[in-house]
């Protein structure tokens, strides 16, 4: 069966900090990666996604992921962060040819302080 | 900007009694998904939805629960008899292929279980 792990439940970061929240999962087959970010009081709103080709994917709001195969991992980076990034972090995988079900990690929180 | 819309935003129920919970996909998806977050845990795939039948299902989809897309544009989740357990944020998602794509989520529906 197919699951994803993130490493942290809550992050707290100072303004101009480094971010780096990890995601593994675990699946035999090919699969599809995503990041979701939901802002408080709003929807799930997609960050990045990798289905194939380049392992590092850039996303929207100046984030990126690496994929590792080897690694069975999906980390999500930023290098420079501000607090309106201040949200809830979900990792998920669809695995290729399964039909559209995702799974998520428990996601991560994110506070950022000014 | 096209968005998935879910109503309503919060609904308490009393145990036992029956709860549909309404979403609007996104208008040329073709599929569509409920998943539950319970409060302090991972978000969770219930159901997925093709072509007028149930493609997939969880484990936690039992005779309790039921979809529907009455009318060509609302997209509905029915619990029959909540129990306490039911209490969760429900999600509904769209999107327009089941592969190499991504999936539109709405707000969610708070749903409480008394």
């Known amino acids: 069966a197919q699951s994803v792990s993130q490493h942290n439940h809550h992050v707290i970061l100072s303004e101009a900090a480094s971010l780096e929240l990890g995601c593994n999962y675990s699946y035999g087959g090919t699969v599809n990666l995503f990041w979701y970010v939901q802002y408080p009081g709003q929807h799930l709103q997609l960050l990045l996604k990798y289905f194939s080709g380049d392992p590092l994917v850039k996303g929207i709001k100046g984030f990126e992921a690496e994929f590792i195969k080897s690694k069975f991992s999906f980390n999500l980076r930023k290098p420079s962060v501000q607090w309106s990034d201040t949200a809830e972090y979900f990792c998920a995988v669809n695995a290729q040819g399964q039909g559209g079900k995702l799974i998520f990690g428990q996601g991560t929180e994110l506070s950022v302080k000014p | 900007e096209p968005e998935v819309t879910q109503t309503p935003s919060h609904q308490v129920t009393q145990m036992g009694q029956e709860v549909i919970l309404r979403c609007v996909p996104i208008?040329?998806?073709?599929?569509f998904y409920w998943y539950r977050q319970i409060l302090g845990q991972k978000v969770e795939f219930l159901v997925s939805f093709y072509n007028n039948e149930i493609s997939e299902k969880s484990e936690i989809f039992d005779d309790q629960f039921s979809v529907e897309r009455p009318d060509g544009s609302n997209f509905t989740l029915k619990i029959r008899s909540t129990k306490l357990e039911d209490s969760a944020m429900y999600f509904c998602?769209?999107?327009?292929?089941?592969?190499?794509?991504?999936?539109?989520f709405g707000q969610g529906t708070r749903l409480t279980v008394v």
């Open positions: 208008s040329n998806h073709l599929y």
């Open positions: 998602a769209s999107s327009y292929d089941r592969t190499n794509t991504e999936a539109f």
